[in-house]
């Protein structure tokens, strides 16, 4: 090999590539392009998540830790989410980090600047916003009464108000599946809920 050789194999250059095109070639771009893609990601599912996860039974003090939790498991395996399936994969994380946190989180006082109420509807004056958080309140612990399995599908129908079909899409699941998840949640929401109905003042 001729010295003009070995230095185009040392600059990765090949002998035949005119040097004009060598120089023309862009910078990699997947760097900018993977940050592109994660903070489209976090604007346009950040509140989906934080919700979701509420609503899976993560407490108030600890929702926006497990919501960056879930993004930063997103960022780790960003080049294993297929296109158009990010939500799918930060809904199947969140359930896996609600999980974890439901099991390890101890009792604690709630942050009330972080509530779900103040974030959804902060037009609200004190009284309603009192009564709400009763509502939610007795929420929490109807919803903590269902498996996490079937939860997920409750809150995506019910609460999000996701189509049975999107569900299965999300989810990854047959419809009949949606179905019986769905039906097992309500008829298990239905039986919690009067019980705690019945023995209120």
Same mark, same amino acid.
């Given at each position: ?35 592109? /893609?994660? &903070? !489209?990601? @976090? ?9 979701? $996860?509420?609503?899976? %039974? +993560? ?72 009564? /709400?958080? &009763? !509502?939610? @309140? ?9 498996? $996490?399995?079937?939860? %997920? +599908? ?48």
């Amino acid at each position: 090999m001729d010295d003009a050789m070995a230095e185009s194999a040392m600059l990765g250059v090949s002998e035949t590539e005119p040097e004009s095109q060598v120089k023309r070639r862009p910078a990699d771009p997947s760097g900018a392009l993977r940050e592109a /893609r994660m &903070r !489209a990601m @976090v604007e346009h599912h950040f509140d989906f998540i934080w919700r979701t $996860l509420r609503r899976l %039974g +993560v407490g108030d003090c600890d929702a926006d830790d497990a919501t960056q939790e879930v993004f930063l498991v997103a960022s780790r395996k960003l080049e294993e989410v297929a296109v158009a399936k990010e939500r799918s994969f930060l809904f199947g994380t969140a359930l896996r980090v609600a999980s974890t946190h439901r099991r390890t989180s101890s009792r604690r006082r709630e942050s009330p600047g972080g509530s779900l109420d103040d974030r959804t509807a902060p037009q609200l004056g004190p009284d309603d916003l009192a009564e /709400r958080r &009763r !509502a939610r @309140v007795l929420l929490d612990e109807v919803l903590n009464e269902l498996d $996490l399995e079937v939860r %997920g +599908v409750f809150v995506l129908f019910e609460l999000e108000e996701l189509t049975a079909p999107q569900i299965a899409e999300l989810l990854g699941i047959p419809i009949g599946t949606v179905a019986s998840r769905l039906r097992r949640a309500r008829e298990t929401f239905r039986t919690a809920l009067n019980a705690r109905l019945e023995v209120q003042p």
